[in-house]
């Protein structure tokens, strides 16, 4: 039995869109938006209806992605009851991340999307982590390993019941991020037993729990919902973010 919601004639019977007419008509009526984030070691893939996550996975793949993401994907929508063709969008993690496993991810949606003639909608990875935090009046850290002993860092602040970034994404060490973090932020994402304990220092500092932790493909699905249906979005304008390698401030 099909999810519900799942018709590949419905799909057929709406049609694609023309390039000309604005983008914020396509998710008008129930609409699959398949997800993916390759931003990190952890791939994480999502298909959403316009209404609800019908399906979604995160594990981690390690240098894998290349060899574990289409298979994966195939998977997914087998699973789902659904085929490529009912797909109508697109939303992937445009950084910051890996150099090579940020740049398989966004291959793999171009690759999928433009013989469709679907768009693409690139989201942040900060903004993908950060969705899933609650909005409180504390500042918020959102953090990323980038290799070694660094980890990539970007503050966020709220904001009309919204979290909305303080400034650039930068690289720092935990131990910089212990000594200028803001007052009593919270610090969500990819915290490690080094991570934590520097950060223990600062008993001002809450982390968020695990669960909210992990970069949710569900919600890169429903963030690229919401700008599809933004009529001043333009699809596949993708430029991938990479990480700034020398801290120039004390905000991230």
Known sequence: MKPEGTSGSKAKARGRKKSSEPFGSWLSEAEWILAVDTATDALALAL????????ES??????QHTVELAPAV????????????????????EGPGSYTALRIGIAFALGFALPRSLPVIGIPT????????PVIDKDLVAVLRAGRTRIGCCMYHSTGGKWKASGDALVLSWEELAANAPRRARICGEIDRAGKAALAKRRDLKFAPS???????????????ERLR?????????QPIYLNSTPTGTGA
């Open 48 to 55: 959403f209806d316009g209404h609800r996550i019908v399906a």
């Open 58 to 63: 995160t594990w981690p793949a390690g240098r």
């Open 74 to 93: 195939e998977r997914m929508l087998h699973t789902a009851g659904i085929k490529p063709s009912d797909i109508q969008a697109v939303g992937v993690a």
């Open 126 to 133: 900060f903004d993908i982590l950060v969705h899933a935090q």
């Open 211 to 225: 669960h909210r932790n992990i970069r949710r493909a569900g919600a890169l699905a429903e963030m690229a919902a």
């Open 230 to 238: 933004d009529p001043a979005t333009r699809p596949m304008i993708l």
